[in-house]
């Protein structure tokens, strides 16, 4: 089984920063692309931003620009630096790895974390 554990939300001013982190932990061969999204209230989930194994990344329009995601592959660790947020940025924020395992190395399987909550208000 794989655990995918998110960790950095919190309660920011606008303007603000926060850093979010995302590892992925259990039995795994490989991580494949990692990625940050987002569910703001009563909408539904969409996407922050991805990036792959070797480090290529594509991010929503609302975000380009203030946000920035990183990963480290030894640490199986993604991470997202948000900058100058803005109260649309309030949402519950969950990590998604595309993870094979030891026993299906050809097979990619998606795994979220429980989600993290980013609120930005004065």
């Known amino acids: 089984q794989v655990q995918v554990v998110e960790a950095g939300g919190g309660l920011v001013q606008p303007g603000g920063s926060l850093r979010l982190s995302c590892a992925a932990s259990g039995s795994i061969f490989m991580i494949y692309a990692m990625g940050w999204y987002r569910q703001p209230p009563g909408k539904q989930r969409e996407l922050v931003a991805t990036?792959?194994?070797?480090?290529?990344?594509n991010y929503a329009d609302p975000v380009k620009g203030r946000f920035t995601i990183s990963r480290d592959n030894v640490k199986n660790t993604v991470y997202l630096q948000m900058n100058s947020l803005k109260p649309e940025d309030t949402a519950v924020y969950y990590c998604?790895?595309?993870?094979?395992?030891?026993?299906?190395?050809?097979?990619?399987?998606?795994?979220w974390g429980q989600g993290t909550q980013v609120t930005i208000a004065s």
């Open positions: 990036i792959s194994r070797g480090g290529s990344t």
């Open positions: 998604l790895a595309e993870v094979s395992s030891p026993t299906a190395i050809g097979a990619r399987r998606p795994y």
